[in-house]
């Protein structure tokens, strides 16, 4: 069974470029969840999306915006790119919601 | 609210030692708790979780946790550690809501040593 995957793995950006980040969850699964994890911050939930619809987002500005498409996988859009917003994204998907998050490997952003 | 705390940012051993990172948690309503391990490089990996039924849960890896709700505790024990057990670690919990509230507390690095 193939597992999480994100792409890209590592990404460099300008401050105040945009970026889209992508996930592919594990087949089967409709859920699909996007954590930031900063140095020295922890993992900070983003958004949670299933079946297509956006179900719950954590306290994050709006220029962290994301869909889902038909086939389940997910897309994170980061618009006007700051500095702080360097850091791992972390995609998890589940089979259902209250079911074990399966992580992807991430991709890390760097904003200079 | 709910929190997680992780009370030891790193935590060195050496190798074939027993180990325990320590994890307390707050919250005034029922909760589920998880541990995940993050290798370097890589993405979280579920450890353990404690859903209902026994305080003690046994894991992947030789890991176990036990939960202790008056001390609103769940530290993760092994009882000999391995070199490739190098990571970070993090605990978290899920009250009402599922999995989109799965809140995660800071992460403990543990270092192996030979």
């Known amino acids: 069974e193939a597992g999480v995957t994100q792409s890209p793995t590592h990404l460099i950006k300008t401050r105040g470029q945009q970026v889209t980040l992508r996930c592919s969850p594990i087949?089967?699964?409709?859920?699909v969840y996007w954590y930031q994890q900063a140095l020295g911050l922890g993992l900070q939930f983003l958004l949670w999306?299933?079946?297509?619809?956006?179900?719950n987002r954590g306290n994050f500005p709006p220029r962290f915006s994301g869909r889902q498409f038909p086939n389940y996988s997910s897309e994170l859009n980061v618009n006007a790119l700051e500095l702080e917003d360097s850091a791992l994204y972390l995609c998890?998907?589940?089979?259902?919601?209250?079911?074990?998050?399966?992580f992807g490997n991430g991709t890390r952003l760097t904003v200079t | 609210a709910q929190s997680v705390t992780q009370l030891d940012s790193q935590v060195p051993v050496f190798e074939e030692a027993p180990v325990e990172l320590r994890c307390n948690y707050s919250?005034?309503?029922?909760?589920?708790l998880f541990w995940y391990v993050q290798y370097p490089n890589q993405g979280l990996q579920l450890l353990l979780k404690?859903?209902?039924?026994?305080?003690l849960v046994k894991g992947i890896n030789g890991f176990e946790a036990e939960f202790n709700k008056s001390q609103t505790s769940f530290h993760l024990r092994k009882p000999s550690v391995h070199i490739s057990d190098t990571a970070e670690y993090f605990c978290?919990?899920?009250?009402?809501?599922?999995?989109?509230?799965?809140?995660f507390g800071a992460g403990t690095r543990l270092a192996v040593h030979p």
């Open positions: 404690y859903l209902s039924g026994s305080t």
């Open positions: 999306y299933d079946e297509g619809e956006e179900r």
């Open positions: 919250s005034s309503v029922s909760v589920y």
């Open positions: 978290s919990l899920m009250f009402s809501g599922g999995y989109n509230k799965l809140i």
């Open positions: 087949s089967g699964h409709t859920s």
């Open positions: 998890a998907s589940s089979l259902q919601d209250n079911s074990p998050l399966h």
